[in-house]
């Protein structure tokens, strides 16, 4: 046991020793050690305990070798004071520096509560010091408000008495002057003074000349008021204020100017006065030309008292350069070619951008404007009144000269090149008006003044108020329409024309009952009526192309060729592209009418009601309608064919008109109607109409479905009522076919009636889902009446029954292959499939199916299956007719 411990003792003893040297003397046993021994990062409890246990070891047993050592322990008990006396002290030695620890814990917190303490009164004295600063600064601020006793305004009050003394001091030296330059120029006939302040005194001293002038003028004129009044007598006016007695002195003004000997005071000021504003007027334009702004400033505020200013700005718009360049300029030809002239005609063409050479004078205006609104405002303290007039003169005399020839020109066009020129024009024009606000013009960089502003769209609204007046401009806009829409509908209406061999209530109608003969011609008629319209070359030529009548060489200034228009059906039927063509043109109208505001939005609501009348009149009536009513006659003829299969080939034609009506009522209520919305009643008219029209076409639509509903009923009648009475009780019931599918009559009827339907999904398959299953449901519950009747009209053997049974499957697969509303046909059909079931099951089960008979089956009463049982073949036997009791 001594020899297993003694190396693992050595060797504990050993690491102790060299790897953990100890920190701590121990004179007599007892070990040293401070509270830094335990401040320290490095401080380990496991390696303290270890080192106080080696310390408390007797030093003999240190030296011991480590075989020596573990016979010594061996031999010897192991003797635990050393280590408890070491530990004792080491406890003692802790409990003392606790409370040394203690100590300065508590030290040092007194230290911070006496230094909180401390800065609390710091911060609440620096709170008082604050506190009564403040109410020093408010009481100084309301003494110098004058609401203290002390009156604090007092020194205000003393600056403007100093302010009107000042004043009075002028205007008395003003009113010494004065008198001073009336004593000479009515003395001496001079005014020498006045002209030494004109010119010895620079700008200001020109400025104080005017306004001394102007009131020794306004001091001769009441003289000379007073002199002449009539309630003068004789005898005040020699004496007293106005006058002088007769032996006054020679040199007096008054009684030489009664003898005509002395001058005449208010013809000199005149005179000095006109002279004067000469002088200012080439001064100002001595300064204008070397770019002197302050010279400009000071002659135009001392121009300013003659005429309000008006001979300086007269001046100043007059001599520029902008003005003399576009006099010399204003025969120039406009700058669009030939090519930009026909595509702003044609109305199938997008316009072309505003006319080149008003785009770049309205991009030089803009340009000019900016610039010389920098000098304005340097050069004039009334800045706002010379840059109206300005203005005025760039708009009223460059722009609208120039607008007027564009305009003109496009007007010799056609009406479209007209309104279109009018449209970007103005459009144009507008854009100039809001960039000079943004840029601000004298305000710059800041947005233009009211006053400015004002003047600009002044400007703009004057330019085009002759093109607006009452209601010219709405009538020129359905003049257009009007002419476009009757060229594109010309072929339209002559087919349909020939068609019901009459003519139709259009223009030819119309001028036929007006010249009260027959135009045969219709190619003659129109062209006759464009000649007398007096339209201009090219927009005749451009309404012949529209009208499809420019490929037989007619010209647009004469009658055209003495042949009959050529018709096709294709010119007679609806056509989407034709219908988007005629609603793209208003679109353009309604949306250039809205720009234009030709009637400042108060007028919108009733050019909208004339727009909307033209459409309705146009591709609603002579458009739509009269297609519908061919179609009808088209049904009519259907529903009234005898003997041969109906044709119903014009249902093709009916998708095209239910399109056709979506898409006129559609543009009619999200574009038209919201634009009458700022007059109630007007949109309550318009409105009422509409659903009126709306109604119209869609009985008309209901009228020729309703017809086709019929003749596809009638003519499946009829071929029911071929179906051969050996169908159903085969004569050689050995030879019957018992792998044929249906009878004759049966696929005859499915046939046409798949037919039937091909042609309404194509006819209704794009005008929504109801329609479509609206017609497919009445054919189907006609189609089923048509059947119960048909099969209790023949008798049915017990071969028979199949081919009875063969027969409603294919109806019922017929129609279930249909678009019907959901589960609302289905229970009809179960109706078919019971009536087929009574032909075919055994007597003994024919009893329970009757009893059981109307339970989810709709179409037939119970009482009226007797009629289907007493056809079977068997019908009289005892067996069916124990069945029919339950009945």
Request: hydrophobic share 35%.
């Amino acid at each position: 046991m001594s020899s297993t411990r003694s190396p693992d003792t050595a060797s504990l003893l050993s690491s102790t020793s060299t790897s953990r040297p100890t920190t701590f003397t121990s004179p007599r046993g007892a070990q040293t050690y401070t509270l830094d021994t335990f401040s320290s990062q490095a401080f380990i409890v496991k390696d303290f305990i270890e080192s106080l246990t080696e310390a408390s070891l007797p030093t003999q047993r240190k030296s011991l070798s480590a075989t020596a050592a573990t016979t010594a322990t061996s031999k010897q008990a192991f003797d635990p004071k050393p280590l408890i006396r070491t530990f004792e002290h080491t406890l003692a030695r802790l409990r003392t520096l606790s409370e040394e620890l203690e100590s300065r814990e508590n030290e040092l917190a007194g230290s911070v509560r006496r230094a909180e303490t401390q800065h609390n009164t710091n911060i609440q004295s620096r709170s008082q010091e604050l506190e009564r600063t403040v109410e020093a600064f408010h009481r100084l601020e309301r003494s110098l408000d004058g609401d203290g006793d002390t009156g604090g305004n007092a020194a205000m009050q003393i600056g403007e008495r100093l302010e009107e003394l000042d004043r009075q001091r002028q205007r008395a030296q003003d009113a010494k002057f004065i008198l001073q330059c009336w004593v000479e120029v009515s003395e001496r006939g001079d005014l020498s003074a006045l002209d030494d302040v004109r010119k010895m005194g620079g700008g200001e001293g020109k400025v104080r000349c005017a306004h001394i002038a102007r009131q020794l003028l306004n001091i001769s004129q009441r003289l000379d008021a007073s002199s002449s009044s009539p309630h003068n007598t004789p005898q005040q006016q020699t004496n007293g204020v106005n006058g002088h007695q007769h032996d006054e002195d020679e040199d007096s003004p008054i009684r030489n100017k009664a003898r005509g000997t002395a001058h005449n005071p208010r013809e000199i000021i005149e005179k000095f006065l006109e002279m004067l504003e000469k002088d200012l007027l080439k001064s100002f334009d001595d300064s204008y030309r070397r770019q002197n702004f302050p010279g400009m400033m000071e002659t135009s505020l001392a121009l300013r008292s003659f005429s309000s200013g008006q001979s300086v700005i007269s001046l100043f718009v007059n001599q520029h350069q902008f003005f003399i360049d576009r006099a010399q300029l204003i025969t120039e030809d406009l700058a669009m070619d030939a090519s930009s002239w026909d595509d702003l005609a044609d109305p199938d063409c997008q316009p072309p951008a505003v006319e080149a050479s008003l785009q770049g004078l309205i991009d030089e205006v803009k340009l000019v404007c900016q610039e010389e609104s920098f000098i304005i405002k340097r050069a004039f303290p009334f800045h706002e009144e010379v840059l109206a007039r300005f203005l005025q003169r760039v708009f009223q005399q460059s722009i609208q000269q120039k607008l007027e020839m564009v305009l003109n020109k496009a007007d010799s066009i056609s009406s479209l090149a007209f309104l279109r020129s009018l449209q970007s024009s103005r459009s144009y024009i507008a854009g100039l008006v809001e960039d000079l606000k943004q840029h601000g013009l004298t305000e710059h960089p800041e947005p233009a003044s009211a006053t400015t502003s004002a003047v600009l769209d002044q400007q703009l609204d004057e330019l085009f108020v002759p093109y607006f007046t009452g209601s010219s401009y709405i009538e020129r806009e359905k003049r257009n329409l009007g002419e476009l829409f009757e060229g594109l509908l010309f072929k339209f209406q002559i087919y349909h024309s020939r068609r019901r061999k009459m003519q139709p209530s259009s223009y030819l109608g119309q001028l036929a009952a007006r010249g009260g003969e027959y135009i045969s011609n219709a190619r003659e008629a129109y062209t006759k009526r464009l000649d007398t319209a007096e339209l201009p070359a090219r927009q005749k030529a451009m309404l012949l192309r529209i009208a499809g009548l420019h490929e037989r060489g007619d010209h647009a200034g004469g009658v055209g060729g003495g042949k009959e228009v050529d018709v096709t059906d294709e010119d007679g039927q609806l056509s989407l592209g034709t219908t988007k063509r005629m609603l793209k043109w208003l679109a353009e109208g309604v949306g250039r009418s809205l720009e234009l505001a030709a009637g400042g939005g108060a007028e919108t609501p009733r050019e909208v009601r004339e727009l909307l009348h033209l459409l309705v009149a146009n591709v609603g009536e002579i458009y739509l309608e009269t297609a519908l009513d061919s179609l009808g006659d088209a049904a009519a003829a259907a529903e009234g064919a005898k003997g041969v299969e109906p044709d119903l080939g014009y249902l093709g034609e009916l998708r095209g008109a239910v399109s056709v009506l979506g898409l006129l009522l559609g543009t009619v209520r999200m574009l038209l109607l919201p634009l009458a919305a700022g007059n109630l009643s007007v949109r309550r008219e318009l409105e009422k109409f509409v659903q009126g029209f709306g109604e119209r076409m869609e009985g008309k639509v209901d009228a020729v479905l309703n017809r086709t509903l019929d003749a596809s009923l009638a003519w499946s009648g009829r071929l029911l009522a071929g179906q051969k009475k050996t169908d159903f009780r085969p004569r050689d019931e050995g030879g019957l076919q018992l792998d044929r599918l249906q009878t004759p009559t049966c696929a005859a009827v499915a046939g046409f009636l798949g037919r039937v339907h091909g042609k309404a999904v194509l006819a209704l398959g794009g005008g929504g889902k109801g329609v479509l299953e609206a017609f497919n449901l009445e054919v189907a519950i006609g189609l089923r009446t048509l059947l119960l009747i048909h099969f209790r009209s023949f008798a049915v053997s017990q071969i028979g029954a199949l081919t009875v049974s063969k027969d409603i499957t294919k109806y019922i697969e017929l129609l279930r292959g249909w678009e019907l509303p959901d589960g609302v046909f289905d229970p009809s059909l179960e109706v078919l499939t019971e009536v087929g079931s009574l032909f075919v099951i055994s007597p003994e089960a024919l009893r329970e199916r009757l009893r059981g008979f109307g339970q989810g089956v709709v179409g037939v009463e119970r009482g009226d299956l007797r009629a289907y049982v007493l056809r079977r073949e068997d019908g009289g036997s005892v067996g069916v007719q124990a069945a029919l009791g339950v009945l």
